[in-house]
């Protein structure tokens, strides 16, 4: 028997995507802070757990947790995040592969390529605080049942 990929392109606003889709990929986010505690051997253990409170200038990770749900590949994903107006972007998280970004929510790519427009109408190169959403594609076909999950780290402002 052979199977065709399925077409699916989701995406998905951190608000929303605990309830993402009704369909074979299902999407989660949750946004989570650092936490440092003291190790037995000495050093310093550090976890990821949901926050009880967050003030401007602490570090918050975004995770974006995707599953195929489904009993046939997914092809062509994407998982796009629209960022908070409170929330400026940093980086990936360690593990996560970059995601493009973009500036206007329309143009994507990698921070280096993009520009803002200043409003006497020069542009200028864009910086992580001018990120407005990140977006992965996934590479290949999501099988059925596999699931992974993307993470970038941003700041609260």
């Known amino acids: 028997m052979i199977t065709r990929p399925m077409t699916a392109a989701v995406l998905v606003a951190t608000a929303a995507a605990a309830s993402a889709a009704a369909g074979p990929l299902q999407v989660s986010s949750s ?3 650092e936490a440092r505690s003291a190790a037995a051997d000495g050093t310093t253990r550090v976890t990821l757990v ?3 409170k967050v003030t401007p200038g602490d570090k918050v990770i975004f995770v974006l947790a995707y599953r195929n ?3 046939q590949p997914l092809a062509n994903v994407v998982l796009d995040n629209p960022l908070p107006r409170q929330i400026a ?3 990936a998280n360690p593990g996560s592969p970059a995601p493009d970004v973009s500036v206007d929510g329309k143009t994507y790519g990698s921070l280096a390529t993009l520009r803002v427009r200043s409003p006497d109408g020069s542009t200028r190169a864009a910086s992580p605080n001018d990120v407005t959403s990140v977006r992965w594609r996934l590479a290949s076909p999501l099988a059925a049942g596999s699931q992974g999950q993307f993470a970038f780290q941003a700041v609260l402002k």
Do not use: M
């Open 89 to 91: 972007y940093r980086s």
């Open 50 to 52: 949901k926050p009880t």
């Open 69 to 71: 749900s489904g009993a």
């Open 31 to 33: 946004i989570l802070v």
